[in-house]
């Protein structure tokens, strides 16, 4: 199932339409749409980092997100140097100062975006006068969505997918709604393939030994997100061709596992990463 969250209708009206997607008319905290195959949920979150992490875990709540094999997209407008579709792989919470990864783990070259089309995003808390890093990409609600899913979604199957509506230094009133949703519909034919691509693709999620993964948990007394740090690892060593038992096995024969306490786990975590790339 896939779980799309869109800041504004406007962002989100070509994607509506080409899936088919009716209106959820219960009452609702937020504008809810869904297709009859119960395949895909939409929502629209409204403009901001506070209202995009509320729509988000509402979203994911509701509809009973399933990490192994349910997917979430962030689908949205943002400002730029160069018009056309970006794949995300960092964003920064200008806020905050925090850093979050989506891993890229599906290769998406084949729907029409390969690696010149990833880029870095920065989210602000207000729409900015002009780019601070021509380089970059900015908008309002990525960081807050990022955060509020971890809770609920491995990394690996997070996309946020943006699309330049403007440089960032345009009159806020010439943005309009008209123009993104022009924008939208000039980026619809790759967000449908990549939709497609990954209702098709069975992922390193379901490939993993899951006992061997929560009995390592365990051994490390990980806390939640450092479990999610270690399953990354599992999925990458499956993506990449690794065995990772062996490197615990090597681990367990050096006392290093099971540990003592929550900051060794964490230490033995880093190892493994660092024996695993």
Do not use: W
């Not at 799309?4 to 009716?22: G, N």
């Not at 997070?158 to 806020?172: A, C, I, R, T």
């Amino acid at each position: 199932m896939f779980f799309i969250v869109c800041a504004l209708a406007a962002e989100a009206r070509p994607l509506i339409s080409a899936l088919s997607l009716r209106k959820d008319e219960h009452a609702c905290p937020y504008d809810t749409y869904f297709d009859e195959d119960s395949t895909c949920v939409l929502v629209l979150s409204g403009m901001g980092n506070v209202a995009a992490s509320s729509a988000t875990s509402y979203l994911l709540t509701r509809f009973s997100f399933q990490p192994d094999r349910d997917f979430l997209l962030n689908f949205g407008s943002c400002a730029g140097k160069e018009p056309g579709l970006y794949l995300i792989h960092k964003i920064t919470d200008e806020v905050t100062g925090r850093d979050f990864y989506p891993d890229m783990l599906y290769d998406l070259s084949s729907c029409g975006l390969s690696l010149s089309s990833e880029k870095a995003l920065v989210t602000v808390p207000k729409v900015i006068a002009s780019l601070p890093d021509p380089e970059l990409l900015y908008e309002m609600e990525a960081s807050g969505i990022f955060l509020a899913a971890s809770r609920f979604c491995p990394p690996h199957r997070m996309f946020f997918l943006k699309y330049v509506s403007d440089s960032g230094e345009e009159d806020p009133k010439k943005i309009t709604s008209e123009l993104l949703t022009r924008r939208a519909e000039e980026q619809l034919p790759v967000v449908l393939s990549v939709l497609d691509y990954l209702g098709k693709e069975e992922g390193p999620g379901e490939l993993i030994d899951e006992d061997l993964y929560i009995s390592t948990c365990l051994a490390l007394r990980l806390s939640e997100t450092l479990r999610h740090e270690l399953r990354q690892l599992f999925f990458y060593a499956k993506a990449v061709g690794k065995d990772i038992e062996p490197i615990l096995s090597d681990l367990a024969s050096e006392d290093k596992i099971p540990a003592s306490s929550k900051k060794e786990g964490k230490e033995v975590l880093n190892v493994i990463r660092d024996r695993l790339l």
